[in-house]
């Protein structure tokens, strides 16, 4: 039996309600009500007539939300709380801690049950209340028989077509199109949750940036949505936003690894060889050091981080 299969607690939201508000939020809100549901029953954190439970947007990326980008957790919180679905508030002793604090308005919630149970039998939401149809709309079923022809179309469709209501501008459209063709020739035909986190990258970072982090792992010989997200984690927190602003910390990193480098070298000229050359502890570090590509096999351990 596969260790990824129920090893674990699995996630579990009603399909209605993440057709209704979109997965990742459906997700997030159903964690929040887990752990309110908790704190109601063993009555604490009861304020101003509300259950709550808080936590910072990195703790509950890192605790709860690993599986997604840190840029997608703190923007589907976000979403909930333009939906009104989410409360927030503020109860930290200390006035210095901006830590939210969250409730969900249950009433709120009940109401879509009119979007859950009226007619969504088309992906447009012809039919459906006006103020369900703005509300996100699912991605299209995916089956073994047809997942490389919709990997290529029929996902790519339907996440622009929600890309493009967003920006507006057919230029975005064609951003997002470049992501997904060099994903699927360089990784693999991309699924429904990976064209949603690339998505989601296009609202943070040039689409330039993104196919460069494909190259990358394909570079590396990581061909994965998981080491993609790390490239682009790295980036996003340097605050390298274009190819351009990318290319330049490269350079600079580059330069200063041949500068550490250089100075290695040059102590290395000054000092003299112990008889019988390098020690075996040294030629072990060296070779250590080689084997996980600091060390282009020149000799010299580089002691400057990797770029990524």
Known sequence: MSRLLLDEQPLVVQPGLAKAIGLNE???????????ENNRKAKKNFINGYYWTYNSIKQWHEESFYFLSYST??????????????????FNKDGRDKTKWYT?????????????????????????????????????????????????????????????????????????????SVFNQNI?????IEAEMLDDWLKELDHEVIIMAIHEAVANGARTMKYIQSILNTWHDKGLKTKEAVMAYIRDWEDRKKKSRGDTNAISSRNTEPPGGPSEETKRLEKLARERGLIPGTGEIDDIDCPY
């Not at 007619?119 to 028989?145: F, R, V």
């Not at 967003?166 to 992501?179: A, D, H, I, R």
């Not at 693999?188 to 429904?192: E, G, I, M, N, Q």
């Open 188 to 192: 693999h035909p991309v699924t429904p």
């Open 26 to 36: 459906a997700i997030v809100i159903q964690q929040l009500h887990y752990w309110i």
């Open 73 to 90: 957790v703190k923007r589907t919180f976000a979403n909930l709380e333009k939906m009104g679905i989410l409360i927030v508030g503020n």
């Open 104 to 180: 969900i308005d249950y009433e709120k919630l009940e109401g879509l049950n009119q979007c859950i149970g009226s007619n969504w039998t088309n992906g447009m939401g012809q039919n459906e209340p006006m103020h369900c149809a703005k509300m996100s709309q699912p991605l299209p079923e995916i089956s073994t028989e047809n997942t490389t022809e919709i990997s290529n179309n029929t996902v790519a469709d339907a996440d622009t077509i929600e890309h493009e209501q967003e920006n507006g501008s057919s230029t975005s459209n064609n951003k997002f199109q470049k992501v997904i």
